[in-house]
């Protein structure tokens, strides 16, 4: 998890790893009964669609953080959060 704050990389991993497990959960329980009442082909296609949603959420909205340092991205969040409180 590069993109954690180092005061937050704990508690941010444990959280990154809780939703994990509850989308594990959500998909291992939904995937039978969908597919025994909207056949494969369309459970593939729903789940497809997710997938393609998702892609395009991370190309358009996650900032790139290849090649910037940790404390270059801890600089930039932080100044994002300041800018955030200043608008309050």
Same mark, same amino acid.
């Given at each position: 998890?590069?993109? %954690?704050?180092?005061?937050?990389?704990?508690?941010?991993? &444990?959280?990154?790893?809780?939703?994990?497990?509850?989308? #594990?959960?959500?998909?291992?329980?939904?995937? @039978?009964?969908?597919?025994?009442? #909207? &056949? @494969? /082909?369309?459970?593939?296609?729903?789940? !497809?669609?997710?997938?393609?949603?998702?892609?395009?959420? !991370?190309?358009?909205?996650? @900032?790139?953080?290849?090649?910037?340092?940790? !404390?270059?991205? $801890?600089? %930039?969040?932080?100044?994002?959060? /300041? /800018?955030?409180?200043? $608008?309050?």
């Amino acid at each position: 998890m590069k993109f %954690l704050l180092l005061k937050v990389k704990g508690f941010g991993s &444990g959280v990154v790893a809780c939703i994990g497990g509850l989308v #594990l959960f959500v998909i291992v329980k939904t995937f @039978p009964m969908m597919v025994n009442t #909207l &056949g @494969p /082909d369309c459970t593939y296609f729903i789940y !497809s669609g997710i997938c393609f949603a998702t892609a395009i959420h !991370s190309i358009f909205f996650v @900032p790139e953080t290849r090649g910037k340092t940790l !404390s270059e991205l $801890q600089t %930039l969040y932080e100044k994002k959060i /300041d /800018d955030e409180n200043a $608008q309050l």
